[in-house]
């Protein structure tokens, strides 16, 4: 059966302290890994796509690597503005888009 | 450039009582629907698609039921809420259908209490 853990379950960093989230997954033919944003009681933000192990994408502070595991969110430097909770999801060839139940992070200032 | 209109924003509804959610899609031509609810601390899960016009797959068994009367209008409903319907739901577009170079986009949600 296919599989998204996603850990920690809440980060707190301080603004500046760079971190990363992780993204388990356990799928029969990935066809795609997917990371969102969502804030709170608003629907969840797409930010990127990785395909292959080895893929890396960048957005701002934010960085999204892949390998035939797992996937990480790095953030570098975060401000507050980047509080929010992060989702990842799994397309594979055996499933629907599989969503993990995110890692809730909190940056203070 | 595509934007998904969902609504109500919040809905507060007697157990027993009907549901009309409507979400509408602009700025594509056939896109793929989903509804999704949202409960806190877990996962997203799906609660049905729609490839077309008229053509809905419901992927868990439960209270709730999905139209889709034009290319661009997804509806939730039911016909009796029950506690246990209680949630975040929310729709979503996407170009392809699961595939790995489609991602979803959704709407803002709609938070719905079953009183």
């Known amino acids: 059966e296919d599989q998204v853990t996603q850990s920690p379950e809440a980060l707190r960093l301080q603004e500046g302290e760079s971190s990363s989230l992780n993204c388990s997954y356990t799928v029969s033919g990935l066809r795609g890994l997917f990371w969102y944003r969502q804030d709170p009681g608003k629907g969840p933000e797409f930010l990127f796509t990785?395909?292959?192990a080895g893929e890396e994408k960048e957005k701002e502070r934010l960085k999204a690597t892949l390998t035939k595991k797992e996937s990480f969110l790095h953030i570098t430097a975060p401000k507050p503005e980047d509080s929010a909770t992060y989702l990842c999801?799994?397309?594979?060839?055996?499933?629907?888009?599989?969503f993990g139940s995110g890692t809730r992070l909190s940056i203070r200032p | 450039s595509q934007t998904i209109h969902q609504w109500p924003a919040t809905l507060v509804q007697p157990v027993g009582s009907p549901l009309s959610l409507e979400c509408t899609v602009e700025g594509t031509s056939n896109p793929n629907l989903y509804w999704y609810r949202q409960a806190a601390g877990r996962g997203l899960q799906l609660l049905f698609y729609s490839v077309g016009i008229g053509q809905i797959s419901s992927e868990v068994p439960q209270n709730l039921s999905a139209s889709r009367p034009q290319d661009r209008q997804f509806i939730l409903s039911s016909k009796k809420l029950l506690l246990s319907d209680s949630g975040f739901y929310l729709c979503?577009?996407?170009?392809?259908?699961?595939?790995?170079?489609?991602?979803?986009?959704f709407g803002n949600g709609t938070r719905l209490t079953v009183t």
């Open positions: 979503a577009w996407s170009v392809g259908v699961f595939t790995g170079n489609s991602p979803l986009h």
């Open positions: 999801a799994v397309s594979s060839s055996a499933s629907k888009i599989i």
């Open positions: 990785l395909y292959s």
